[in-house]
């Protein structure tokens, strides 16, 4: 039977840890004990959630006696180093971190796309990254009803998808430029204030970045089609919230778009905003703060045969990150699987 | 023979206007006379250039009286109304609107590109889109080296791709929001600071906007392929000045991303800047003044047969508009044809 309320740790205090917390709040999911855990760098720091305040914990083995669920929102080192002893310890993980992603015995999981995969875990769940989540919400019921055969993606993402360390830089360069002040560079390589960027992450010998690789790579397992043909273009732009996707991408059978608005709109969780004639679509401040995954400028791709492009945009930190995770444990609960 | 000093009329006193100035002087264009013309609104306006003040004039037909050759950096209806009347006086008119860019008569130049394109003309030589400027510049050695077959591109636009007015709103939006005040929008229909807008232009019938005919209509007359499979998605972004384009493309034949280097480096106007190993990339704010076109990023795309990537950036204002007119004039000039 269903625990009527689990014991939840969070590891990780930072821009995706913090909104774990908030979403849980949110959707009310049926807590018992919770524990704030973090590297030596910020366990100590104290938080309010729910009208209680917290200390958060070190993370380290011992931590996780007596949790039934616990959120990794660290490092990838701290998910490595840490999920097994939790698991070891009889809790469940929902792992942001990509380090187990790719692990075949380790479920790559967007509740409404491959929930069903949450069946096969062994202990540790992975949650996608942020960029791939959005493009998989769009591309499943298309996929379903027409099939798919390419995807062309390029991406806008926001700096909180670094951190928020990132998110005070874009804030205080933006300051320096409109002061008339050099900006100054600490934690990208070169200015985002009023720049774009077009490397997230690592570069790999293929000439990709790890973002890109991942929006591949975790495309290809959570859509259970290792063919896909799938490219991307990942650039980091400076905008705060919100990552936004151009897709070009081909069906295998004709679709028209209105077919393609059709099955997305009945989608769960993704909300249609395409209205040429009143010049409605999503942005990404519009969307902030919200769950859902919002697809607009969804239109014929006349380049290609059975061509379609849309425009998708969401909350990354939100369904990008917490949200989903949150998901997952809801669907846990739901499933008696705690 | 060739006039050693050529008379030269601007009409339009915005921010291609003003950059047309700044080229000119720049590149000691062999200027004779030198009239600064605008509508109604900004006549009267005084601007000093190369150390001389000059009145703004009103642009009626009498006002190219004597002019050899005249710069259209206005409104499409200025071209539409006034480009005849500068040609049926004597004027070879080079045109930033897009009035007549499509006209079968009329040449759509990028002298790299298309440069013999400027002897079949008329009186009115159009210079193409600021987007398109820059696709078909790192397209045409690609194309000559391996054959074009389809072009997906993606694009990142600046603010001063919309004129002097975006540029003040994206600065005193971002300091909206930096200071916690709701963004004040006018010039766009949303707030475009920490945003981004994927509607450039007024939307058509078939759900893709003027910008991105834009650029599809004008790199198939450019490089001369009205059939080439060509998609767009055009995406305003807070950036000051420079645009970005991914770009996938796929050629007849195979082409390695060495060999599209060494073509695209070989050919005037275009720079690689491409090390994924010291991270080397182009930016908007780094090529900004700048007169050239910045390729990186690329790589293959293994998604489809004879596949590349790549990540193009230009200063919008300089070969996107600007430079382009007046790199049009200094062929004129050089072929003796004013």
Chains 1, 2 share one sequence.
Not at 196 to 220: C, H, N, S, V, W
Request: proline share 6%; with cysteine; net charge negative.
């Amino acid at each position: 039977m269903a625990k009527t309320e689990v014991n939840v740790a969070v590891v990780g205090t930072g821009a995706v840890g913090q909104e774990i917390l908030r979403v849980l709040d949110e959707r009310r999911f049926p807590l018992g004990e919770l524990r704030l855990l973090a590297t030596a760098r910020s366990a100590g720091q104290r938080y309010v959630f729910g009208g209680r305040e917290y200390e958060v914990g070190l993370a380290e083995a011992e931590s996780f006696d007596g949790v039934d669920l616990c959120f990794f929102a660290a490092s990838n080192d701290a998910s490595r180093d840490l999920a097994p002893e939790a698991v070891a310890r009889g809790a469940t993980v929902i792992d942001k971190s990509s380090y187990f992603r790719l692990r075949p015995d380790v479920p790559l999981v967007v509740p409404e796309v491959n929930g069903e995969a949450l069946r096969e875990h062994r202990g540790i769940i992975a949650s996608p990254n942020c960029s791939t989540i959005q493009l998989v919400m769009a591309l499943k019921p298309i996929a379903d009803a027409a099939g798919l055969r390419r995807v062309v993606v390029s991406t806008y993402q926001s700096v909180s998808g670094t951190g928020r360390e990132a998110m005070e830089e874009l804030r205080s360069q933006s300051l320096d430029v409109l002061s008339g002040a050099p900006p100054r560079v600490k934690v990208y390589t070169q200015p985002i204030a009023f720049n774009l960027l077009p490397q997230i992450d690592a570069f790999g010998a293929d000439g990709y970045t790890g973002e890109e690789r991942k929006l591949m790579d975790e495309t290809r397992k959570i859509l259970r089609r290792p063919d896909l043909a799938i490219t991307a273009t990942a650039v980091r732009v400076p905008v705060f919230i919100g990552h936004a996707e151009a897709v070009n991408l081909q069906t295998d059978r004709p679709m028209s778009p209105e077919e393609a608005r059709e099955v997305m709109a009945a989608f769960p969780g993704v909300i249609l905003w395409d209205d040429p004639q009143t010049g409605q679509w999503p942005t990404p401040l519009a969307v902030a703060g919200t769950d859902d995954v919002y697809v607009g400028r969804v239109r014929r791709d006349l380049s290609v045969e059975n061509g379609l492009a849309l425009f998708v945009v969401a909350d990354n930190l939100r369904k990008g990150a917490a949200t989903n995770a949150v998901q997952i444990a809801e669907r846990l609960v739901a499933w008696e699987m705690l």
